[in-house]
């Protein structure tokens, strides 16, 4: 966890309430919107968001919720899935939330979610390929356990692919079409990230595949459909919270970090923005970035905790 590189790590952790005050409520009728001669989506939007039982995932969900949109939750356990579920449609309304147990490294299982979500919702408008891990352990690549690399290779890269994949053969039928994001991480910039460097090489994967899908949808001439990034920076979830064990560390997620609804607070509008703002002259969608904890915010933050003492302490305690 040292160096600014670390701002952009993602992890997992169950959100904080208060949701309403942070992000406003706005419920219309699907209406068809034209820009550019082209139709495309316009809100109330149908939602898939991977790994959304807790930390980041289920951030989103909840701000999407309370903006009038509707939501697949995604995760590999089913009994968390439908114990989210559960609470969401008591407070959303059942016909607004569905879900569905996938291990998204599995090819059929991403199969069977695209299915499901076009059969319960009609259409799939917004794809967030938010599922990731660096199996909650931090330290040198040279000691990792096998199956831990595995693993997060298998979460970050393949299960990224696999969910592009379906997402895109199913918005390309799609009127409208839909968006895929893609959640980068530590290492999306291609600086190091000692102690998760198997986490930050999968999250580097993800610009350049960003670029290679876009590259492929013009070959295919398939101009309906946009593959975005998200930046969420560092987020004091479980993943993060794992490696909170040296004073570099602390220092950075203290001075760094911020809990899940604040960033979802921000993400969310943005994401929302995309389809109506995306289309290009020539008829395409151009790919989008949104990042949370930008460069300059950061080195800002640090400068005011060098000069005023501003964040210490305020997650972890630093000795």
Same mark, same amino acid.
């Given at each position: 966890? @040292? ?48 790994? &959304? ?13 309370? =903006? ?24 959303? +309304? ?6 569905? =147990? ?6 059929? %299982?991403?199969?069977?979610?695209? %299915?499901?979500? @076009?059969? @319960? ?27 831990? *690399? ?8 393949? +299960? ?5 994949? #379906? ?8 009127? =409208? ?8 991480? =530590? +290492? ?32 295919? !001439? ?15 979830? #479980? ?18 970090? #911020? ?17 109506? !703002? ?21 080195? &800002? @933050?640090?400068?005011?905790? *060098? ?9 972890? !305690? #630093?000795?």
């Amino acid at each position: 966890m @040292q160096s600014l590189q670390a701002s952009s790590c993602r992890c997992h952790a169950l959100v904080t309430s208060s949701r309403a005050a942070r992000v406003r409520t706005v419920r219309v009728q699907a209406v068809a919107a034209t820009v550019n001669n082209k139709t495309v989506l316009a809100p109330p939007y149908n939602v898939l968001i991977t790994g &959304s039982t807790k930390g980041v995932g289920r951030a989103l969900a909840e701000d999407f919720l309370e =903006a009038g949109d509707n939501v697949v939750v995604c995760a590999r356990n089913e009994d968390q899935v439908q114990s989210v579920v559960k609470e969401l449609q008591q407070k959303y +309304g059942a016909k607004r939330v569905v879900g569905k =147990a996938c291990n998204v490294s599995k090819a059929e %299982q991403v199969k069977a979610l695209a %299915q499901f979500a @076009q059969q @319960q919702l009609g259409s799939v408008d917004l794809w967030i390929n938010n599922a990731g891990t660096n199996a909650y352990k931090y330290g040198p690549l040279l000691e990792s356990d096998d199956e831990d *690399l595995e693993a997060i290779v298998d979460t970050n890269i393949l +299960g990224v692919m696999l969910c592009c994949k #379906e997402a895109i053969n199913l918005m390309k039928t799609q009127p =409208a079409g839909g968006h895929v994001f893609n959640m980068d991480g =530590a +290492g999306a910039d291609g600086n190091a990230t000692p102690r998760f460097a198997a986490y930050g090489a999968t999250k580097r994967s993800l610009q350049q595949l960003g670029k290679s899908l876009e590259a492929e949808l013009k070959m295919a !001439k398939i101009a309906n459909v946009g593959v975005h990034n998200l930046s969420p920076g560092m987020v004091t979830t #479980e993943l993060l919270m794992s490696g909170a064990d040296t004073p570099t560390a602390k220092f950075f997620i203290n001075c760094l970090a #911020e809990e899940p609804g604040d960033v979802a607070a921000y993400l969310v509008p943005r994401i929302r923005d995309v389809p109506p !703002k995306s289309s290009t002259l020539t008829g395409g969608v151009a790919s989008t970035y949104i990042q949370y904890l930008t460069k300059p915010k950061a080195f &800002s @933050q640090i400068f005011a905790r *060098l000069l005023t003492g501003a964040r210490k302490n305020r997650f972890v !305690k #630093e000795d």
